[in-house]
């Protein structure tokens, strides 16, 4: 059984940094890619970067583009979101999430963790 759970998350103050962790189960992260996304207060959620499970190649947003930094410990069986110099806009639920890597750039993976809170303010 296909299992995600996030950790992590909390509240920190703007230029702050934080790291989230997915950790998963029911699989190996060398068999489907994992994808943070987020949703923030009254908005849609957006896909935030990706890890392929082949290579562990890495994508990003553009507007975290430079600042996170997602990484896989194969050992551990867990994915990393590594966030520095946070803004008020990134305060949102971080998900993290698996499937096949198209699905998760197309934004409908099947399997989805519950959720971490993220909240950047002073």
């Known amino acids: 059984q296909v299992q995600l759970v996030e950790s992590g998350g909390g509240l920190v103050q703007p230029g702050g940094s934080l790291r989230l962790s997915c950790a998963a189960s029911g699989f190996t992260l060398d068999v489907y890619a994992i994808g943070w996304f987020r949703q923030a207060p009254g908005k849609e959620r957006e896909g935030v970067s990706c890890?392929?499970?082949?290579?562990?190649?890495?994508y990003y947003a553009d507007s975290v583009k430079g600042r996170f930094t997602i990484s896989r410990d194969n050992a551990k069986n867990t994915v990393y979101l590594q966030m520095n110099s946070l803004k008020p806009e990134d305060t949102a639920v971080y998900y993290c999430a698996t499937d096949h890597l198209s699905t998760i750039v197309a934004g409908t993976p099947h399997y989805w963790g519950k959720g971490t809170l993220v909240t950047v303010s002073s």
């Open positions: 890890i392929r499970n082949s290579d562990g190649e890495t």
